[in-house]
């Protein structure tokens, strides 16, 4: 097993902010790809972000880019997502996900169980 434990989400107004935290154990954090990935209700799961191991690239799906920002500690095998500007569409479960390959989005061998985040009024 690798565990994946998100934390951080909740239910917020639209425009609010959150941040999500995903912490790894059980393997070598510092030398994997990582992704965000969120699910909607009734919808099939959508690639958020990725991060490369070291965290010096990223990438973002059109429909966050501007607004999230995935980052990662090494030194503490947490993986982030900072998410501004939130609207009622980034409504999802959230879950963190060791990527199979570099950059692959939804091909991962880990996932975590998932934090939701509500947008809200």
């Known amino acids: 097993q690798v565990p994946l434990v998100e934390s951080g989400g909740g239910l917020v107004q639209p425009g609010g902010s959150l941040r999500l935290s995903c912490a790894a154990s059980?393997?070598?954090?510092?030398?994997?790809?990582m992704n965000w990935v969120r699910q909607a209700p009734g919808k099939g799961p959508e690639w958020v972000s990725s991060i490369s191991p070291a965290g010096g690239s990223t990438r973002h799906a059109d429909s966050t880019k501007g607004r999230f920002t995935i980052s990662r500690d090494n030194a503490k095998n947490t993986l982030y997502l900072q998410m501004n500007s939130l609207k009622p569409e980034d409504t999802a479960l959230y879950y963190c996900?060791?990527?199979?390959?570099?950059?692959?989005?939804?091909?991962?061998?880990?996932r975590g169980q998932g934090t939701q985040v509500t947008v809200s009024s």
């Open positions: 996900a060791r990527a199979r390959n570099r950059w692959s989005t939804l091909d991962y061998d880990y």
């Open positions: 059980g393997f070598t954090f510092s030398s994997y790809y």
